[in-house]
């Protein structure tokens, strides 16, 4: 029961540990029976995506679901000014996703409609939240972007620079958070 002050924090009823230990053994018993074949259609399924398998593992083990879209945010792609071309470095990473969505969210002074005629390889593209927004407002913008486009959160990764970027991920509940440099290779 959840009482004034309480931090909803691990619970500390009788039992605790069993169920503990039946989790960690039931999770056990699971991850070695994996047929072959799964394992071997996740690999190509994150090598389509161009992100390492053990993310990939990492990400859909969280969320349950397969990833059907990426989230770039501006600062991972590298782009800025009027025109806003991508480096071609990540241009010819972006454009060798396969089967999935292509999603970018635009610090300003960026704008949406610019990008896109310079990037036509992106399915959509947004103003990213200001650093002066509140996380019901960050919330509502991130969610807003994948909603309109009929993508479940949860089945959507963030592709960031930034540890306010970072803050989208958990705001809009998005599937997973991936670093710019983590994703493109670090280079600069």
Request: charged fraction near 25%; aromatic fraction near 8%; hydrophobic fraction near 45%.
């Amino acid at each position: 029961m959840t009482t004034l002050g309480h931090n909803k924090g691990p619970t500390i009823d009788k039992g605790r540990g069993w169920r503990r230990y039946a989790w960690t053994k039931a999770r056990a018993d699971l991850l070695p029976k994996l047929p072959i074949e799964v394992v071997r259609m996740r690999v190509r399924r994150a090598r389509e995506l161009g992100i390492d398998y053990k993310a990939y593992a990492s990400i859909r083990a969280a969320s349950g679901h397969d990833v059907v879209a990426l989230l770039f945010s501006s600062n991972a792609l590298r782009v800025a000014g009027s025109h806003p071309a991508l480096p071609a470095d990540r241009a010819a990473r972006v454009d060798a996703l396969r089967h999935c969505g292509r999603l970018a969210v635009l610090h300003r002074p960026l704008a949406p409609k610019a990008f896109l005629d310079d990037n036509p390889g992106f399915d959509a593209a947004e103003a990213a939240p200001l650093f002066t927004d509140t996380w019901p407002q960050m919330r509502d913008a991130i969610q807003a972007l994948t909603a309109q486009r009929g993508l479940p959160g949860d089945r959507v990764v963030l592709i960031g620079d930034t540890a306010f970027e970072r803050e989208w991920c958990a705001a809009g509940r998005l599937a997973g958070y991936i670093s710019g440099d983590s994703y493109f290779g670090a280079t600069t």
